[in-house]
């Protein structure tokens, strides 16, 4: 049975020390299918039993189930153009190289800059907006695609700007019938049982466990509330997320801005040569977290924790996969390898 063996990849990742906990779901644009908790919220004895309703560390999960979704509804509202300049948006944005780079650049990872700041990063939001946009670009743009979350960053505050409010404020206007815990502040409760991580070696907090709070420093220098990251939710609330924008991907429009004209736009692969980058999102590609059973329509995303969502909807399906393998778990590596099984495995169902 798919379901069996999904459960089983994840098992076997928490066996591996991959990461201490999983939660999954699996449906279509009609539901859930298929949903599963497995592990402790952390590898220590006696640590709590990872629950259906554990809220996760979402990291760059948030990249297209906040910001991108924002920016959508800025376009519909005629707030904001994707072919932009960044200079009608930053004052400091300035320079030959730089002066064609657009909002449609910064989406598809293609605006130039590098991934992230080779130093410490700065404080809040003017100092943050100073550093980059006065930083050299890493390549001529719209050449190839280097992940950034520099430039997603960037995006947060254009959004901010031009949609008078922050970001959390807007996801929430956008998100009514949504479950509410998708969020970038979790509720007493909500933060006390949420899945821990472990700052990162270079990080100020370094020596301290982080339970819902941001693991990413950028965003924690931030305020916790970035483009790129500090999103915090559910695998049952991302679940109700997928399935907006899987109904929008197969024709439904009853969500704005989730409208399928746009989601097309958004979901279509960029022209940038070897990019598989959307507009914030990423697409199948048989060597990607996806596996090799997607059909060439799905898109989808996954954050450094450990965290994952899928689409497709050429088969109707989309796929929650939800870890904290930043709590002293696995590498890279192995996260993407335990993705792709799990994406392999479900494909039958």
């Known amino acids: 049975m798919p379901a069996d063996s999904a459960q089983q990849v994840i098992r076997d990742g928490i066996r591996g020390r991959v990461f201490p906990a999983a939660v999954a779901e699996a449906g279509d644009s009609a539901g859930p299918r298929w949903s599963a908790a497995e592990g402790a919220l952390t590898f220590e004895p006696g640590s709590a039993p990872a629950l259906i309703d554990t809220s996760f560390d979402l990291a760059s999960l948030t990249k297209v189930i906040a910001t991108t979704t924002i920016v959508m509804q800025l376009v519909a509202d005629q707030a904001l153009r994707l072919d932009e300049p960044l200079t009608a948006c930053f004052t400091e944005w300035r320079g030959a190289d730089r002066e064609a780079v657009t909002v449609r650049d910064l989406l598809e990872h293609a605006s130039g800059l590098p991934a992230r700041f080779v130093d410490a990063p700065p404080h809040g939001r003017r100092e943050f907006e100073h550093e980059i946009c006065t930083m050299p670009l890493e390549y001529i743009p719209r050449t190839q695609s280097v992940y950034s979350d520099l430039g997603f960053i960037l995006l947060a505050f254009i959004a901010e700007d031009r949609g008078g409010a922050s970001l959390g404020a807007q996801l929430n206007a956008i998100t009514i019938g949504l479950p509410p815990t998708i969020t970038f502040e979790l509720a007493r409760?909500?933060?006390?049982?949420?899945?821990?991580?472990?700052?990162?070696?270079?990080?100020?907090?370094?020596?301290?466990?982080?339970?819902?709070?941001?693991?990413?420093?950028?965003?924690?220098?931030?305020?916790?509330?970035?483009?790129?990251?500090?999103?915090?939710?559910?695998?049952?609330?991302?679940?109700?997320?997928?399935?907006?924008?899987?109904?929008?991907?197969?024709?439904?429009?009853?969500?704005?801005?989730?409208?399928?004209?746009?989601?097309?736009?958004?979901?279509?692969?960029?022209?940038?040569?070897?990019?598989?980058?959307?507009?914030?999102?990423?697409?199948?590609?048989?060597?990607?977290?996806?596996?090799?059973?997607?059909s060439a329509s799905a898109f989808g995303h996954v954050g450094f924790t450990g965290t994952s969502l899928w689409i497709d909807p050429a088969r109707d399906r989309y796929f929650v996969l939800l870890t904290n393998r930043a709590c002293g778990g696995g590498t890279l590596d192995q996260m993407r390898d335990v993705r792709r099984a799990f994406h392999d495995a479900l494909a039958e169902l």
Do not use: K, Q
């Open 189 to 294: 409760d909500a933060r006390r049982h949420a899945a821990p991580t472990l700052p990162m070696d270079d990080d100020l907090r370094r020596g301290r466990m982080l339970i819902g709070e941001v693991h990413d420093n950028y965003a924690a220098a931030l305020g916790g509330v970035a483009g790129h990251a500090g999103l915090f939710g559910s695998a049952t609330a991302v679940g109700a997320f997928g399935r907006v924008v899987l109904g929008a991907a197969r024709g439904d429009a009853r969500v704005m801005p989730f409208r399928p004209a746009a989601v097309a736009e958004f979901t279509t692969r960029s022209a940038v040569p070897g990019s598989s980058r959307a507009l914030g999102w990423d697409t199948m590609l048989p060597t990607s977290s996806c596996g090799t059973r997607m």
